[in-house]
């Protein structure tokens, strides 16, 4: 049932969102001159795939997670976009290609070997990753491995279409700060 909310909602996404999508495209354009962002991530079962989302830091960052890039990288736009979370409208299209879940764990960078091994250890990576989850609306990043992967696995356990819901809802409605990036 939740892959065909996944699907549904996902084509209404990028339907509906498309002129949203077209402006932020051309927006980008002038802010960093790449508006679209692509890199490889762990899916399920660590099956690799490649995220979209529109880029908020500078073409040259290096390519590690969020909490360890600087935030001297993040163009005036991208803090726009973090903020409202419009950089992860893309990814409705990893969605639609089965890559990825409304709802699940954040998908993480293969070079973050300790989450890997803590979500292998708690059956995370047999899940979806997904746009949001429990770990976002609740503020909780990839910088805390552990508590990440305990955290997906209490999600992937209690999972219903009520806390689908939920989890959608409180991501649209601004709960959760997004990924930090330090200092």
């Known amino acids: 049932m939740i892959r065909l909310l996944d699907i549904a909602f996902a084509l209404m996404g990028l339907v509906f969102g498309f002129p949203v999508l077209l402006v932020l495209v051309v927006v980008g354009l002038f802010d960093t001159g790449s508006p679209v962002f692509r890199q490889q991530r762990v899916g399920r079962n660590k099956k690799p795939f490649t995220l979209v989302k529109f880029r908020t830091m500078q ?35 990893n969605v639609l290609k089965g890559e990825m879940s ?7 960078l293969f070079n973050q070997e300790e989450l890997i091994a803590e979500r292998e250890a708690y059956g995370v990576l047999s899940a979806r990753p997904g746009i949001t989850g429990l770990a976002q609306v609740n503020d909780i990043d990839m910088s805390t491995p552990h508590l990440l992967a305990e955290t ?10 009520k806390q689908y819901f939920r989890y959608i809802i409180l991501t649209v409605l601004g709960k959760g700060a997004g990924d930090r990036v330090k200092d």
């Open 102 to 108: 409304l709802v699940g764990p954040r998908p993480c």
């Open 59 to 93: 073409k040259d960052t290096a390519s590690v997670a969020s909490h360890l890039a600087s935030s001297t990288s993040i163009t005036k736009f991208g803090h726009f976009l973090r903020r409202t979370k419009l950089d992860e409208l893309p990814q409705l299209w």
């Open 152 to 161: 997906d696995a209490k999600m992937l356990a209690e999972l219903s279409l």
